[in-house]
DNA sequence: TTACATTTGTTCGTATGTATA
DNA sequence: TTATACATACGAACAAATGTA
């Protein structure tokens, strides 16, 4: 391994270098979801920058979400086991604030031939195969979402209706462990429309209901696309959250 | 001025008391939107503190948008200025992705008491005054959103229709630059809905049309809350954009 | 154009504190 | 108790950007 001085940085600044370094190490699966990194110590000599520069460049990783750090015990690759990043990704909550799981049932599940416009937000070649599968998720035991959901075959080569009906945890975990698919970043886009026959059979709710489709592109490192996602949400008695800031108080 | 390290932190943390120090000038206005603050030579004899402890205070500062670092300029308190932070709380794009700026049209202005949920969700005694007012937001020279303002007298005092008319930028620069109203945050909540009568009459859409409703509090330093809107929006051709992680590639 | 002062950005490293196993 | 790992605090030296004389 050779030190990062060696090679002069492309931008001239070295805890970029670092940074991209670790990304890559996260990337390539060099670095697990769940599992500590090396401790500062050992990436101050893998590197060979100075402590402060090592610590600027994880610095940036923790504040995205990406590294979690904790004192006297090492510092760990994120995962999407519940509690921990569920709420950043799940933003439905009951209209009286409360914040709670959703059971899932899968609809359906099938392989298909990526339409154009999916092949475009997922930058699949045209024609691209890919897994299609339906969750309805439950809040108090009431159906409230609609998940239809692409995943490109590419990255989930094998995937089968078992395995997701016997998944234990969230689904971006499973992505992860089964996979080694890590979300890390989605773009939703938000418009309300009128129920459709099928969401009025699956939700429940009358003709004419007004509910919130949620068009979803989920990222992995690098910002490559890794799933497509239309939500359906009734909000007759929830709602979408969106908040700037979850941590931090100013 | 005394050094911080006459008192010893409540927290015991150094740079956590420098940065709440740092905090309680931009509230009470000693540091003021647009300008520079002292540089870090000037804050590290101010503060008594090494520069490393200094820097990681504001870090965090900046990390939350409350300042902005110019290398070779100095460090600025953030504004609402377009193009600054605009687009972080006007989240409505057209369909095929364009942002531009709304016009606006104040379409009603009153005093009012405020009703008691109001007064909760802004911290109000019960039956305060307030301030309502309604703008009609327009892209493409349509009519696209309606937003139901209330803004407590306490905070707003002196406020007339003719300087929400005539007010040249944005309605949260206005607060900051007229009221010394620093908007740092929101917090929204989204539903689906039918149009009313009202909504058809002011967004010119058809009876029973599914419409957006976005319930916002905006909250000022110390998370205190000094704004409550409620936003109607058309997503016939518009839609709501929320994205993590808008700066910083991974 | 040049030179210079000012301000923030990067990199280095040390010492000490705190949390964990 | 001990070793390990991250957290805080210090500050020096130099680089890069900016504005001005």
Redesign the interface.
Known sequence: MSNLRDIPAPGGVLYKDVKRHA?QALADGEWKPGEAIPSEKKLVERFGVSIGTLRKAID?LV??N?LIRHQGRGTFVATHRRDDHFF?FF?V?HLDGHRGYPTVELESFRKIKADKSVCTLLGLEAGARAFQLTNVLSLDERPVMIDDIVLPERLFAGLTEAQLRGRPNTLYNFYQEAFGVNV???????????ATEREQALLGVEP?A???RI?RVAFS???QPVEWRVST?N?EEH???????PK???
Chains 1, 2 share one sequence.
């Not at 890390?184 to 009128?194: D, G, Y």
Request: no cysteine; proline share 3%.
């Open positions: 990304l940036e504040a995205e990406l950043r933003k909550a890390i970043q989605t773009e939703e886009r938000l418009r309300s429309v009128l004419g007004p509910l919130m068009h490192y690098h910002r949400l909000t709602e979408f959250i969106v908040s700037q800031m931090e108080e100013s």
